[in-house]
């Protein structure tokens, strides 16, 4: 099994960052809230506003939460 860490697409990636977090990137890497929404989506592991978000997901926890409920939502029981 891959590590979680390279299952991460574009579409997820953006969705586990916390709220204004692309905001919070744009104005720290001085950039455009687009470039950093259009970086987020190619997910270029090289390109600044993807590492910083990376690294955000990390810190705040976003990604192992995510694989504790894919792996809740597997496993669980349909309700009745």
């Given at each position: 099994?891959?590590?979680?860490?390279?299952?991460?697409?574009?579409?997820?990636?953006?969705?586990?960052?916390?709220?204004?977090?692309i905001?919070?990137?744009?104005?720290?890497?001085?950039?455009?809230?687009?470039?950093?929404?259009?970086?987020?989506?190619?997910?270029?592991?090289?390109?600044?506003?993807?590492?910083?978000?990376?690294?955000?997901?990390?810190?705040?926890?976003?990604?192992?939460?995510?694989?504790?409920?894919?792996?809740?939502?597997?496993?669980?029981a349909?309700?009745?």
């Amino acid at each position: 099994m891959q590590p979680l860490e390279t299952l991460t697409t574009p579409a997820t990636l953006r969705t586990l960052l916390p709220h204004g977090a692309i905001s919070s990137i744009a104005r720290s890497l001085k950039m455009s809230h687009t470039a950093v929404s259009k970086a987020l989506q190619k997910a270029k592991p090289t390109h600044p506003a993807v590492a910083e978000a990376v690294r955000l997901i990390k810190e705040a926890g976003s990604q192992a939460v995510q694989h504790d409920l894919t792996q809740l939502s597997g496993q669980a029981a349909p309700l009745r």
